[in-house]
């Protein structure tokens, strides 16, 4: 796609005004990303963390997204997340468009074309705008990263592979470990 506006210039109105290709895009700070599509490794990771999370999120009385959904913080203007966690505490809002707000949990499956934004890029903007916890979710290391934020950054707070049985701050124990959230893939 030709770049037709000045590098941090994009709005969400400009998206919305893009022909409907079939193509997804987030702006950050302004800047376009096109988003290209998941693999299938990618696409089933998503699938077994949205079966590991919905009952865990059910009990909180929250509700579970995933891509392609538009979330409106700022900074972001829209991101899509992979998937993502409103819990009824929180500060983020359902709404017809999307997500306002920052939701409690953002998680996003590390690919090699996304690598470098979800790790600096992305993980800045979500904790400037107060998004509770990141997870970065690696199919190739098979890891799953839990970060929570501390004022206005992300801090590790679990790292954990093989058999090993995350603990979310946000959501606790989960029930079943990483090498069971990767079986299959």
Request: glycine share 8%; hydrophobic share 45%; net charge negative.
């Amino acid at each position: 796609m030709a770049q037709t506006k000045l590098a941090g210039a994009w709005s969400y109105e400009d998206i919305l005004a893009l022909p409907d290709d079939g193509r997804r895009y987030e702006i950050i700070e302004g800047d376009l990303y096109e988003m290209p599509s998941p693999t299938s490794v990618h696409a089933a990771t998503i699938i077994n963390l949205i079966a590991l999370l919905l009952p865990i999120v059910a009990r909180l009385r929250g509700r579970v997204f995933t891509a392609p959904l538009d979330v409106f913080i700022p900074g972001g203007d829209p991101v899509q997340p992979d998937v993502l966690v409103v819990l009824p505490d929180g500060n983020a809002r359902v709404e017809l468009r999307g997500i306002e707000g920052p939701p409690d949990l953002v998680i996003e499956v590390v690919s090699p074309s996304n690598r470098g934004r979800d790790l600096l890029t992305k993980r800045a903007l979500y904790a400037r705008a107060g998004v509770r916890e990141y997870w970065l979710v690696d199919p190739e290391a098979r890891t799953i990263e839990i970060l929570v934020l501390d004022c206005d950054a992300f801090h590790l707070a679990v790292t954990a592979s093989g058999d090993e049985t995350p603990v979310s701050p946000l959501l606790g124990s989960l029930p079943t470990s990483v090498a069971d959230l990767f079986a299959g893939i």
